[in-house]
């Protein structure tokens, strides 16, 4: 049975403390080998892709709608606390309106040649900080048909709160690992049969479209941090540098737009 919360020093509910972002920044995440998961369809993605609940956190009124997951949950040993919207914002931080939390295990990540096994398109991400943008290149990557994701020691976690919720839930369909050392990794790439390109501005740039018109076999795009970009390293150490042609008087894109474009542009054709 679900486990009714009256006090949110309750020490069992620990994992769920503070989870406002100003908080999480100024802690270590993930603490004891955990992540959050916000919302029925991030939580179902999670389960769907083999994570295990350590425990959920939800307001009473979403026990119908969440029944199979409580009725899981209760199968395994997993504890589901449930209270009023007031006990759960004093405890978390915020107003919880989107369904659930869930406490889930980290899993173990997979080497960068097994996240990158059949793969053809990939991004790889250069110390990308913003959680927000993270997020949302994952959502774009997963959309437009990219096989995975690589991120760079000093990128942000891709499974930090913000991030899993601007991905939709989609960091738990897209394989993504930690490729280090950085740019090191570039010739562990260039072994696994990777054409690397950096999107970024320099003089030899060639044009999007133009390696779109002849796209390599395997192509690993690297996007570079939020107002720095890619370092100097990093585009002295790759293929190709390519920029997306821009009008109006504008050099650049947000990262996680201008990983949307080179994604659709050099995506793989159906079938």
């Given at each position: 049975?679900?486990?009714?919360?009256?006090?949110?020093?309750?020490?069992?509910?620990?994992?769920?403390?503070?989870?406002?972002?100003?908080?999480?920044?100024?802690?270590t995440e993930?603490?004891?080998?955990?992540?959050?998961?916000?919302?029925?369809?991030?939580?179902?993605?999670?389960?769907?892709?083999?994570?295990?609940?350590?425990?959920?956190?939800?307001?009473?009124?979403?026990?119908?709608?969440?029944?199979?997951?409580?009725?899981?949950?209760?199968?395994?040993?997993?504890?589901?606390?449930?209270?009023?919207?007031?006990?759960?914002?004093?405890?978390?931080?915020?107003?919880?309106?989107?369904?659930?939390?869930?406490?889930?295990?980290?899993?173990?990540?997979?080497?960068?040649?097994?996240?990158?096994?059949?793969?053809?398109?990939?991004?790889?991400?250069?110390?990308?900080?913003?959680?927000?943008?993270?997020?949302?290149?994952?959502?774009?990557?997963?959309a437009l048909?990219?096989?995975?994701?690589?991120?760079?020691?000093?990128?942000?976690?891709?499974?930090?709160?913000?991030?899993?919720?601007?991905?939709?839930?989609?960091?738990?369909?897209?394989?993504?690992?930690?490729?280090?050392?950085?740019?090191?990794?570039?010739?562990?790439l260039h072994?696994?049969?990777?054409?690397?390109?950096?999107?970024?501005?320099?003089?030899?740039?060639?044009?999007?479209?133009?390696?779109?018109?002849?796209?390599?076999?395997?192509?690993?795009?690297?996007?570079?941090?939020?107002?720095?970009?890619?370092?100097?390293?990093?585009?002295?150490?790759?293929?190709?540098?390519?920029?997306?042609?821009?009008?109006?008087?504008?050099?650049?894109?947000?990262?996680?737009?201008?990983?949307?474009?080179?994604?659709?542009?050099?995506?793989?054709?159906?079938?």
């Open positions: 049975m679900p486990t009714l919360i009256e006090d949110p020093a309750d020490p069992r509910l620990l994992d769920y403390v503070g989870l406002t972002d100003v908080a999480l920044r100024r802690r993930p603490d004891r080998g955990l992540y959050i998961a916000e919302s029925e369809k991030v939580i179902r993605r999670a389960l769907a892709a083999g994570h295990r609940p350590r425990s959920y956190l939800m307001a009473e009124r979403w026990l119908t709608d969440l029944a199979d997951l409580v009725d899981a949950a209760e199968a395994d040993g997993v504890p589901v606390f449930v209270g009023d919207h007031e006990i759960i914002e004093s405890l978390t931080g915020f107003h919880l309106h989107r369904g659930a939390l869930a406490a889930m295990h980290r899993p173990v990540l997979p080497t960068v040649a097994s996240a990158l096994d059949g793969a053809r398109r990939v991004l790889v991400l250069e110390d990308v900080v913003d959680h927000t943008n993270v997020g949302a290149v994952f959502r774009s990557a997963a048909g990219v096989d995975a994701v690589l991120v760079t020691p000093r990128c942000a976690d891709p499974l930090y709160r913000r991030a899993i919720r601007v991905s939709m839930g989609t960091v738990f369909q897209v394989p993504w690992t930690r490729i280090d050392p950085w740019p090191g990794g570039i010739a562990d072994r696994l049969g990777f054409h690397v390109a950096a999107l970024a501005l320099s003089d030899d740039s060639v044009g999007l479209d133009a390696l779109a018109a002849d796209p390599p076999e395997r192509l690993a795009l690297v996007l570079g941090t939020e107002g720095d970009g890619l370092s100097t390293r990093t585009v002295a150490s790759v293929d190709t540098v390519v920029r997306i042609p821009m009008r109006g008087g504008v050099d650049s894109l947000n990262v996680a737009a201008a990983g949307a474009v080179a994604a659709w542009a050099l995506r793989v054709p159906a079938g």
